[in-house]
């Protein structure tokens, strides 16, 4: 094992200050509160801090078992792991960089317009607190130097942000006097007119328009938020109609829905990759500066994964209509009814090849999305799992449950065809169970036949094919509590 470089060092005291290379007091502590009986608070620090650091199921359990066994081997398994967590922490600080510096040299410093632009575009990732930028760009600015990474165009946009936000930029101060002066007159106008010319508050929206739109509301991880937004938009950044709808519905209720469209819509219509146009729909869904490593690659194997599940992705042709959303009402009455008849047209006719016998599916746009499995979608997380088989809010079971799931894992594995009772891999499965069981009790696309975590406990001699038996034996092991 080769040990830390000075570089790596640099890099884990910057954002670890109070980590020591010969120990870790996180592992220490994990294991003090067990030993005091506080399970639920171990688990909270062994899912958030633990997990975050090591991230490499393996090497993060060998970590915690030299550890509990006074190995030896300890300090190496802590170095390597510390490496990685380096190395992780350069590619992250690498990739904040390039993300922070990549449009600073292209603006023209003289525009106000294009100066303000970057500086809100920069402001509205990094914080909404616009004095924690300042502090945020300073810090990369000395990873910059110390790494000699775009130290240069750091510089520049480390200054931008402070004199923007100090409002010490002189032509930044005048356009803003100028721009204010200009919106000041349009208030006046817009007050001295009797009546409006366009009312948000008169458009209405039919209930097909907000379904494109909006997303059911199981939805809740940010993850799977910018995963289901790419999903419901991806095909629609052609239809002009469409388009219309959204602008004015975000308009009318003040979200954010557009500015998520457009995203899309620009990296489609610009060619970028699915990994750019998947960060900048992020930076739309997110509010402030968010950054996950574990949750960025779950993003992008996710998408990559339901991607691929969807036999094409073409733009569709522009259409010139205008939504019936927000058309007067007399006029749009013969649009309604048109539209009804065109929806009874779009009804496939099926053919049953056993039969011959034909039978009427109703037409489900390829745009009305989460029905990834071409059925429909119905939430599978363990928490949802839970509350089918309780037949009660899960929520209130969620302490409950990973404070003792682990008898119940340890007795279905021991009923396993393959495994027996004094295996010496039941640990190593215990926690790979254990893991999967928390990192997806929320999420509604768990897919426990197909996860990597299924195949690595069938080679470790476990047959495990579904999970209901583990909560079944967790909710029999509480009932009789």
């Known amino acids: ?28 502590r ?36 030299y550890y509990r066994c006074n190995d030896s081997r300890y300090q190496t398994i802590l170095l390597e792991n510390l490496s990685r967590l380096a190395d992780r922490l350069l590619e992250k600080t ?28 920069l402001l509205s990732v990094i914080s909404p607190d616009r004095y924690k930028a300042i502090n945020f ?41 100028e721009h204010e002066k200009r919106r000041t007159r349009k208030k006046q106008m817009a007050s001295a007119r009797q009546k409006p010319t366009f009312d948000l508050s008169q458009i209405t929206f039919l209930p097909q328009d907000i379904s494109r739109i909006l997303l059911p509301s199981a939805i809740t991880r940010i993850e799977d938020t910018v995963i289901a937004y790419c999903m419901k938009y991806w095909d629609l950044v052609g239809d002009s109609a469409f388009e219309k709808t959204i602008v004015l519905y975000s308009r009318k209720y003040n979200t954010k829905h557009s ?17 750019e146009i998947l960060n900048s729909v992020l930076s739309s869904v997110v509010t402030g500066y968010y950054y996950s490593i574990s949750g960025d690659v779950y993003l992008q194997r996710t998408w990559a ?14 259409e010139t209509s205008i939504p019936e959303s927000y058309m007067p009402i007399a006029k749009s009455q013969k649009k309604v009814k048109k539209q009804q008849k065109k929806t009874l047209i779009k009804k496939a006719l099926v053919t049953n090849e056993k039969t011959g016998k034909k039978r009427i599916k109703p037409f489900i746009p390829a745009t009305q999305i ?66 999967f069981l928390f990192l997806h009790f929320n999420d509604p696309y768990q897919n426990w036949e197909k996860s990597e975590t299924y195949l690595k406990i069938s080679e470790l001699g476990y047959e495990i094919p579904k999970l209901e038996p583990i909560i079944s034996t967790w909710i029999k092991n509480t009932r009789s509590k």
């Open 94 to 121: 690498k990739y904040i960089i390039s993300f922070l510096t990549k449009n600073i040299r292209s603006i023209d410093m003289t525009d106000a317009y294009s100066v303000i632009k970057l500086a809100e575009e």
């Open 305 to 318: 994964r339901y991607k691929a599940k969807k036999t094409s992705l073409p733009i569709p042709q522009k």
């Open 370 to 435: 989460l029905n990834i499995e071409q059925n429909s979608f119905t939430p599978n997380s363990i928490s949802d799992m839970i509350k089918k088989m309780t037949g009660k809010t899960y929520t209130v079971y969620k302490e409950l449950f990973f404070r003792g799931i682990r008898p119940a894992i340890r007795t279905v594995l021991s009923n396993s065809k393959k495994g027996t009772f004094f295996d010496s891999k039941q640990n190593s499965a215990e926690e790979l169970i254990y893991e």
């Open 137 to 177: 760009t300073e810090k990369y600015l000395r990873y910059a130097q110390l790494l000699s990474f775009h130290a240069e165009e750091m510089a520049e946009t480390s200054d931008l942000i402070r004199l923007y936000v100090t409002d010490t930029l002189e032509n930044v101060q005048e356009f803003k006097k």
């Open 259 to 275: 500015e998520i469209f457009y995203a899309i819509k620009n990296g489609r219509d610009h060619g970028w990759k699915d990994e």
């Open 30 to 65: 994990y294991f003090d509160l067990r030993n005091n009986g506080r399970q639920a608070d171990a688990l909270y620090l062994y899912n958030t801090r633990l997990t975050q650091k090591y991230p490499d199921i393996e090497k993060r359990q060998l970590l915690i078992k």
């Open 1 to 28: 094992m080769q040990p830390l470089s000075d570089l790596q060092k640099r890099m884990l005291h910057e954002e670890y200050p109070n980590l020591n290379f010969s120990s870790d007091e996180d592992v220490e």
